[in-house]
Structures are given as structure tokens and as C-alpha cells.
């Protein structure tokens, strides 16, 4: 069956470190793979979009890796604040290049002063 | 200058009702979207719309109808509510396909909505 799994619920973590969440999916081939923020009350706001034939992609404190062959997608946060503290979703579209996107669990990520 | 707008934020009704929720966005997009976040704030699609036409339509029961007037707006209208349909509705818009800088999807503030 199909799956997408973050890998855990939540994730605390100490300012100043990087924080790396995990996406895993099976059963997708998916033409590109996005991550999102969600703060509580809020809906999603999108940070970055990754495709297939891309490893890695940044923008400025974040940076998303995409291994097709393990199938996983791993999302860092350098320097990490109190401010990132949210919910991180990973999302993927369901056939390659349809506008069916499948979400992740999402990781609640919280960032210790 | 909101890019994607729903109204209402929030709906509180009996069981049996109908309602309606409305999504419109300014960003020129093309794909217009409806989501469900349960209250274990899982997400997930269930319609799509592109240049008004439906073009995903996932196992939802038909009590639910999306209708789309024109590219910018996309409404959702639930017939005879249930207890089961509270939840947070959210509307998204994209670009038809995603750039290598485009927010890929857009989403609105959220409907939530409580059926009692």
C-alpha cells in the first residue's frame, strides 16, 4: 500500500542546533516532493519543492535532500530558533506530474531556548 | 491583499444542516484545491479543480459538492452534515505546474467547522 511516514510525532530540540526531520514514502514515484510549515491555527505555508533529478536544495537556514532510490526525503533547519517551532509536513504528488498531493503525518517540531 | 481567503472561519451548525464554504484567490492560479485536517491534523485532498474543471475527486461522500463559477473561486457545499464532517476545510490554489521558486501550493486561513 501507500505510505508516507514523518518520522516522528515530535521532535524537541536545543537553539542553535540543526534540526532533521524525515520523510519516507513507499509505493510513490513522485515527479517532486515539497515541505510545509504549519503553525497551530494556520494553515500550510509552503517552504520548499524538490524534484526527482535534484539532490539537494536550499534556501537560506533550510535545506531539503530527495534520494529517490531510498526513497526518503530529509529536511534540515540550521541554527535552529524558537521561532521554527511548528509542524512540518512533507507532501509529494501521488502519480508523477498529477495536482494530487499526498501528505505527510507531519513533524511537530519545538525548539528549546 | 490575502491570496487565498475562506469564509467563514468558523461554523458551528446542527447535524442534518447544509452549508457552504467559500474560497476564492487572487494569484492567478489555475489549480484550485479542498483539503480535510482531522483532529489528528492529517490532511487530505479531496478535490481538485483546474480552470474549472474537475479534475480530482476523491472518496468523499456525494452529500459533498465543490462548484467552481470561475478559475478564482472554489466553493464547497455539504448537504445533511454529520457529526464525522467536523474538521478544519482548507482551501489551496497552485500554478499548473510547479516552478523552481513558485509557493507550489497556497493555502487559505482554514473553515473550521463543528457540527454538533
Known amino acids: 500500500s501507500q505510505k508516507i511516514e514523518q518520522n516522528s510525532e515530535a521532535l524537541n530540540i536545543q537553539e542553535g542546533k540543526t534540526a532533521t526531520l524525515t520523510c519516507n514514502y513507499t509505493?510513490?514515484?513522485?515527479?517532486?516532493l515539497q515541505w510545509y510549515r504549519q503553525d497551530p491555527g494556520r494553515g500550510p505555508v509552503f517552504l520548499l519543492l524538490i524534484r526527482e533529478n535534484e539532490k539537494e536544495k536550499r534556501k537560506e537556514r533550510l535545506k531539503v535532500t530527495f534520494d529517490t532510490t531510498l526513497k526518503q526525503s530529509l529536511f534540515h533547519i540550521t541554527a535552529s530558533q524558537p521561532a521554527d517551532s511548528a509542524t512540518y509536513l512533507c507532501a509529494l504528488d501521488e502519480t508523477s506530474g498529477t495536482y494530487k498531493y499526498i501528505f505527510g503525518t507531519g513533524t511537530r517540531l519545538k525548539v528549546l531556548a | 491583499d490575502t491570496a487565498v481567503s475562506q469564509t467563514p472561519k468558523y461554523l458551528v451548525t446542527q447535524m442534518g444542516n447544509d452549508k457552504s464554504i467559500k474560497c476564492e484567490q487572487n494569484?492567478?492560479?489555475?489549480?484550485m484545491y479542498w483539503y480535510k485536517q482531522d483532529s489528528k491534523k492529517f490532511l487530505k485532498i479531496m478535490f481538485s479543480y483546474n480552470n474549472k474543471e474537475l479534475i480530482i475527486n476523491e472518496t468523499v461522500p456525494n452529500r459533498f459538492s465543490p462548484k467552481s463559477p470561475d478559475k478564482a473561486h472554489l466553493n464547497l457545499h455539504i448537504n445533511s452534515l454529520e457529526l464525522g464532517d467536523s474538521a478544519v476545510y482548507f482551501c489551496?490554489?497552485?500554478?499548473?505546474?510547479?516552478?523552481?521558486?513558485?509557493?507550489?501550493?497556497?493555502f487559505g486561513p482554514g473553515t473550521r467547522l463543528l457540527v454538533l
Open positions: 509505493n510513490y514515484s513522485p515527479a517532486y
Open positions: 494569484l492567478g492560479h489555475d489549480t
Open positions: 489551496a490554489s497552485s500554478p499548473q505546474i510547479p516552478g523552481p521558486s513558485d509557493g507550489s501550493q497556497y
